[in-house]
């Protein structure tokens, strides 16, 4: 069983910063693959970046490559999602997930563990 929260977010400018984290409790975090998805109002929930157990393999979806960065802490249980040049299209509520093996999947219907959310802001 493995239990998240999301923290973080909060309202920035355009081209500013921002770093997630998604704090895991449970006894296999270690060996879970984990995403971030993101949901603005009137859309879809779509993936932001993935990572495996292993840092060394990540996914980026196209429109945050070179902007957003993904890492983990296994030692602190935490995972964080790093946010460079925000654009007022990143508006959306950022959702912390994890699947129950080590394997990387894109749609949020194959993770299995969610945090409640927390907001991104950019204003223009």
């Known amino acids: 069983q493995v239990q998240l929260v999301e923290s973080g977010g909060g309202l920035v400018q355009t081209g500013g910063s921002l770093r997630l984290s998604c704090a895991a409790s449970g006894r296999t975090f270690s060996s879970n693959a984990m995403a971030w998805f993101r949901q603005a109002p009137g859309k879809e929930r779509e993936i932001v970046t993935a990572i495996a157990w292993s840092s060394g393999s990540a996914y980026y979806t196209d429109s945050v490559k070179g902007r957003f960065t993904i890492s983990r802490d296994n030692a602190k249980n935490t995972v964080y999602l790093q946010m460079n040049s925000l654009k007022p299209e990143d508006t959306a509520l950022y959702y912390c997930?994890?699947?129950?093996?080590?394997?990387?999947?894109?749609?949020?219907?194959?993770?299995?563990?969610w945090g409640q959310g927390t907001q991104v802001t950019v204003s223009s």
């Open positions: 997930a994890a699947r129950r093996d080590r394997f990387i999947r894109f749609n949020a219907y194959e993770y299995d563990y």
